[in-house]
């Protein structure tokens, strides 16, 4: 089992839809959670990072379930803009290690 | 701040010849660490380091080799140029002040080997 999972997608989306992603992990000892955002052939950029209770920031809500480990990330009112890789990741307690989902690809259609 | 920064953008190598991908950070982050992207793959990390004069191997260091000598950069040295090491290369800088561990990454460089 790989130890961050996401749905490849793609996600296909007309403006203005809620989409959701979700992310699975396997480390139970992981700390600190992020959603990243990658354009094409570009850096990943962090969105947000998301914590125990649950956080949002305009469009986007992120939440975490340690029960179940996962992590999602909601998007309402999709724009254009939003077509992009959505990175899930994951940092381990007591390390440096970040580990990262290999991506969730969403395209926002007119 | 300029962030993260990495030189080159591009590289051509030829198969056998040696590099060094450049990274520094003007943000003071004690951590700083080299991914390597790959289509269909997550980022894999290379090496990283902790603070300076500290570094350790991630999950795929065999051909790279780095050093830190002050806490701004964090070269990547590639020994002897193969066409397995074709990809994408990313510099990342985090911090642990404030519990915060958010990684930034740089605008990458695009390494062909042939």
Redesign the interface.
């Known amino acids: 089992r790989k130890e961050?999972e996401q749905d490849p997608g793609p996600f296909n989306v007309p403006e203005g839809a809620t989409v959701a992603f979700n992310c699975t992990y396997s480390n139970s000892a992981s700390?600190?959670f992020?959603w990243y955002r990658q354009d094409c052939?570009?850096?990943?950029?962090?969105l947000m990072?998301v914590y125990s209770s649950g956080n949002e920031d305009g469009r986007f809500t992120a939440q975490l379930n340690r029960a179940s480990q996962y992590i999602s990330l909601l998007i309402r009112d999709s724009k254009l803009s939003d077509s992009a890789t959505y990175?899930c990741?994951v940092?381990w307690s007591g390390t440096?290690?970040?580990?990262?989902?290999?991506?969730t690809r969403l395209k926002v259609l007119a | 701040n300029a962030g993260v920064t990495q030189t080159p953008k591009f590289q051509v190598l030829k198969t056998g010849q040696s590099m060094t991908l450049q990274c520094a950070q003007d943000m003071n982050h004690e951590?700083m660490?080299w991914?390597r992207q790959d289509p269909?793959?997550?980022?894999?990390?290379i090496h990283?380091s902790?603070g300076a004069g500290i570094t350790d191997q991630g999950e795929v260091p065999n051909g790279y080799n780095v050093s830190r000598s002050t806490t701004e950069d964090f070269p990547l040295r590639l020994l002897s140029a193969a066409p397995s090491q074709t990809s994408?290369y990313?510099c990342a800088s985090?911090s642990s002040r404030q519990g915060?561990?958010?990684?930034?990454?740089?605008?990458?460089t695009?390494l062909t080997v042939t």
Request: aromatic fraction near 24%; hydrophobic fraction near 35%; charge should be positive.
């Open positions: 961050v700390q600190s992020f052939r570009k850096e990943p950029k962090l990072s990175l990741v940092k440096y290690k970040y580990i990262f989902g290999t991506g | 951590y660490s991914y269909g793959m997550g980022l894999r990390l990283y902790v994408v990313f985090s915060a561990y958010e990684q930034y990454f740089g605008p990458g695009r």
